[in-house]
């Protein structure tokens, strides 16, 4: 059974970092593409970063490019999401979640599995 279980979320004033990690198993983690989402209050869940199975190509949405960076260590089974320069607008639960074989980078739907998620709240 794939099991992906996030953590590293917690609070920290503006301009602050965080680095959340994403231990995975249940299958083999070097095959596949993994993702970070976000979910604010009200708001739907949204696409933040994406990483290659190999860790050579990187996605990110316009909102954070520059400033949160996404990787990996497949002999770790673990993907990481580097925050820096955090804003209150990126209060919200993070989600990692792992690409379906043959997806393309995009939206929820593309990916099979998720974690259960990890809080960040960023104070003004």
């Known amino acids: 059974q794939v099991q992906l279980v996030e953590s590293g979320g917690g609070l920290v004033q503006a301009g602050g970092s965080l680095r959340l990690s994403c231990a995975a198993s249940?299958?083999?983690?070097?095959?596949?593409?993994m993702g970070w989402f976000r979910q604010a209050p009200g708001k739907e869940r949204e696409f933040v970063a994406d990483?290659?199975?190999?860790?050579?190509?990187?996605y990110y949405a316009d909102s954070v490019k520059g400033r949160f960076t996404i990787s990996r260590d497949n002999a770790k089974n673990t993907l990481y999401l580097q925050m820096n320069s955090l804003k209150p607008e990126d209060t919200a639960v993070y989600y990692c979640?792992?690409?379906?074989?043959?997806?393309?980078?995009?939206?929820?739907?593309?990916?099979?599995?998720w974690g259960q998620g990890t809080q960040v709240t960023v104070s003004s």
């Open positions: 979640a792992s690409r379906r074989l043959g997806e393309a980078v995009g939206g929820t739907n593309r990916y099979d599995y």
């Open positions: 249940g299958r083999t983690f070097s095959y596949y593409a």
């Open positions: 990483i290659s199975s190999t860790g050579r190509t990187t």
